[in-house]
């Protein structure tokens, strides 16, 4: 998900960054102050887990993790990856600073939104259900932040489109690796921790 | 039901979201003229060759100079035909570009230009300038012939190293990743810090941030 500096135009760059900014502003709302360790967890693990390459064919992946973030934090999962991004693009050289809030938008809207759904089928209380969701969040969040990514190129560069849809495979198995692992860390989770996942920063705003 | 619904949509979200790329990882390439010539790979970090990768040459003032293609190893080359910077931008197509500049100084004097190109691609004649001449050369090489020679075989000998130099400076190291982290901690310790802050102006009833 790191489209590079100098790919999109302007027009867009500034309105991901709007985006990511009240994105921002909204999931550090609601972030209760006995939850700012979590959240700085995860944007670690987020931070981290784009070093974890596998090869795929020809090339090479990383993990992505959006969905695991949108699971434990919900609305939060915002902050925590607009600061897992920001250090990425300083310290490796992934993305860039100016394309930042576009990348942070493409990773922190399908986080987002998988982990409402994730809590709303959570809720119910059924344990295989909660770790299907799970799956189907981890999963999900990839490929949305994928089809995401591709559409910001393709409003933001059309020049540079032509291979855009050529990538299709690369995204599947990162999506496959990360369905199975979200599930696998809800289950974890949900036995060892499960206030981890109560997520109230869904429930109360503190606005 | 509600549920089995939001799951429902989901499935046919993967559905369609199966014809989609991805990756997210960073394209770099590499280039370093001999002579003449200019020849180098992309690459993406962490493996990969980028193949039939489009590449632009353009000159300093951002005119186009030359538009070419990378091989089936992610390779490409070009001549030059005047001493200039050279900007190389790599474009995959799918968000990632980059771009690497052989400027002029790594570029022969215009002069000898094409007979460096020459040589070039000829190693061995390269080579013939390390080892001293014959006992009888037909034509006695001049000043300007020999530095060129030198300077092919030179630059044909820290290709290597420049490529290492290259991976090198990519690589990340522990103390990066450790320092994101420390980052990362230290922004929490100060969100955690100012919502204890307005919690205490607040009351402690206020909740956080």
């Known amino acids: 998900m790191h489209i590079a500096d100098g790919v999109l135009s302007t027009p867009l760059l500034a309105a991901g960054a709007a985006v990511a900014v009240i994105g921002c502003g909204l999931g550090l709302r609601r972030i209760a102050p006995e939850r700012i360790p979590q959240v700085a967890l995860v944007s670690s693990v987020l931070f981290v887990a784009a070093l974890v390459h596998f090869p795929v064919g020809p090339s090479s992946v990383h993990l992505v993790l959006s969905g695991l973030a949108g699971v434990m934090l919900g609305w939060a999962a915002f902050p925590a990856i607009v600061v897992a991004l920001l250090l990425q693009a300083v310290m490796f050289g992934f993305g860039g600073l100016t394309v930042l809030g576009v990348n942070a938008v493409n990773m922190a809207v399908p986080a987002v939104l998988c982990g409402l759904l994730f809590e709303a089928v959570r809720r119910r209380g059924n344990h295989r259900l909660t770790l299907v969701a799970a799956a189907a969040a981890g999963g999900g969040s990839v490929l949305l932040g994928a089809l995401l990514t591709t559409l910001s190129i393709r409003l933001g560069a059309p020049q540079f489109g032509d291979s855009v849809w050529l990538v299709v495979a690369t995204a599947l198995p990162v999506a496959v690796v990360e369905a199975v692992f979200t599930a696998a860390a809800v289950g974890l989770m949900l036995k060892v921790r499960p206030e981890a996942l109560e997520a109230p920063q869904l429930v109360f705003s503190h606005a | ?209």
């Open chain 2, 1 to 209: 039901m509600h549920d089995r619904r939001s799951l429902a949509g989901l499935a046919v979200l993967l559905g369609l979201l199966i014809a989609t790329p991805a990756e997210a990882h960073k394209l770099k390439v590499f280039a370093t003229a001999e002579g003449g010539v200019v020849s180098g790979y992309a690459y993406f970090f962490g493996g990969g060759r980028a193949m039939e990768t489009r590449v632009t040459v353009t000159d300093p003032r951002g005119r186009t100079l030359i538009e070419l293609r990378t091989d089936a190893e992610g390779t490409f080359r070009f001549d030059t035909k005047q001493r200039q910077d050279y900007r190389i931008t790599v474009d995959s197509g799918d968000g990632h570009v980059t771009s690497t500049t052989i400027s002029a100084a790594d570029l022969p004097e215009p002069s000898v230009m094409a007979d460096v190109a020459d040589m070039t691609l000829r190693p061995k004649v390269a080579e013939a300038a390390v080892v001293p001449p014959p006992a009888e050369p037909e034509p006695p090489m001049t000043a300007p012939d020999v530095a060129t020679l030198v300077e092919a075989a030179i630059a044909h000998q820290i290709r290597p190293l420049r490529e290492q130099v290259d991976a090198w400076n990519d690589r990340i190291l522990v103390h990066d990743v450790l320092g994101g982290l420390g980052y990362i901690l230290g922004l929490a310790g100060l969100a955690y810090g100012l919502t204890a802050r307005r919690r205490t102006k607040a009351g402690p009833d206020a909740g956080g941030g």
